[in-house]
């Protein structure tokens, strides 16, 4: 038998599993389920389009912006997407850091976007534990008991 990916499916709040050899599939698909065909790469466009679809429709983004009114009065708005913002050097951007509970601030949108990332990874990784793909040499580093795969020294 050959190597297999185990990956996060976030969207559908599951695990898949990915195979490109037949002998590997019908050794996991007779103990779990969500085992398909494929290579390394659909492993990572899994993770992908999992890690895109917790962002978008899961974890909760908290960004405010400084903005100056006429009246040289400083006032905090709320933005829905960090990515919607004009490239700026000099804006003051406040991010929820939400694995730690505490306020990032930082200058410009390049910045509050690197920052941003950062806080999207964090948060996938204490959600959901790992958030790449695991790669599993041979199927006998793995075994079933009681329904559940088991990794050997992973």
Not at 9 to 22: G, L, M, R, S
Not at 75 to 84: E, G, K, L, P, T
Request: glycine share 4%; aromatic share 10%.
């Amino acid at each position: 038998m050959t190597e297999f990916y185990i990956v996060n499916d976030f969207a559908n709040n599951t695990i898949t599993f990915v195979t490109q050899d037949q002998q590997t599939y019908d050794f996991l698909n007779a103990n779990i389920s969500n085992v398909i065909v494929g290579t390394m790469d659909d492993a990572n466009d899994i993770l992908s389009s999992s890690k895109t679809y917790f962002i978008n429709n899961i974890m909760e983004h908290n960004i405010n912006k400084s903005i100056v009114t006429p009246d040289d009065v400083y006032i905090w708005i709320r933005i829905n997407n960090i990515d919607d913002e004009p490239d700026n050097d000099d804006v003051v951007y406040n991010l929820l850091n939400v694995p730690n509970g505490d306020i990032i601030s930082t200058i410009g949108t390049s910045n509050a976007k690197s920052i941003q990332s950062n806080i999207e990874s964090q948060m996938i990784a204490y959600s959901y534990g790992k958030s790449s793909v695991v790669k599993i040499l041979d199927t006998e580093q793995c075994y079933f008991a009681n329904g559940k795969l088991i990794l050997k020294n992973i």
